[in-house]
């Protein structure tokens, strides 16, 4: 942990450099020269049982009272969303809805490894922090429904970039995706080109793919495009610039994930919504620096606060 960090927090030294931001990190949260070069090499990592069944399980409860949600609905402080009226529920601001959510916030199993890989310890991206997340949703899906292709090296923005320079990975966003049911064949699993974060070229299969305002498209069929099937507990975590989306799910039933995407301290929400005052205030320090890293502002005298 930065010394900064720990000062603009309060922390004392008890909080121990080596393990993250969670002094309970398990065995699992360390990162590898495996990890490493996989990452580097696909842009994208597997994490078997990165939540215990009782965390699973906790999450789960509360989906069970939002799958009824229809988009624009808020339950709490979590908001019911879709981005394209195909791929099923969004629900956005998923931290707010409860314990078990707020935990997977600086998650032990993940927190080491996503810290690496967004990276710039000690430069202006961690002025403010560690990381910062600028979108949380859990995602249900039922059959028919899917997410079509998109991002890609080959136009990779600064926000979703891969990046490795001087030694260091310098990621603009790097994705914790967890399943919250087992996702194997028919489930409508993420898909990801393997690699194709460094990609100079579009896909030439892309323009049956891409993902399409009202228009049900998937990954399915897409040349060098592979299903990444998971058991419930396990997570993805991909650099955004890597291109992806999911198969279509056939099966019955529902496929239950949750997205936290992590950048550097400067970033800004990518939707309009804002952390409730009533979740800044129960958060520990160590999360809150996560969830708004700019809160404290300084306005002109007689100027109301804004975010
Ligand atoms: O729904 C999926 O499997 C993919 C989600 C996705 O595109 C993302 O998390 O960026
Ligand atoms: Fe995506």
Sequence with gaps: MAGFLKRKLGLNAAWDENTSLNPNTPMNASLTDLDV??????????????LAPEEVAGCNAILDNLQH???????GHAHAHTYTGTEGLNVQQIYE????????????SWMAKVTRFVGGEGTFDTNHGPLFIDENFASIRGPGESIGMHSGGHNAPKRCQFRYHNGLFQCGMVNILIA???????????????GSHKSNFVHPEAAKASMEQGESRSVDGVTGAIEVHLKAGDALLFVDAIAHGSAKRVNPGQRRIAVYRYGPSWGMFRLPYRPSKALLERLTPERRAIVWPHEHKLFPPGEEPQA
Aim: charged fraction near 25%; avoid cysteine; glycine fraction near 12%.
């Design 69 to 75: 949600l229809k988009p624009g609905e808020w339950v």
């Design 97 to 108: 809805a409860g314990e078990p959510w707020e935990r997977l916030i600086d998650h032990p």
């Design 37 to 50: 070069y996989l990452f580097d090499l696909r842009g994208y990592l597997i994490l078997e049982n990165a």
């Design 180 to 194: 919250f049911n087992d996702v194997g064949p028919g489930d409508g699993a993420t898909m990801v080109v393997p």
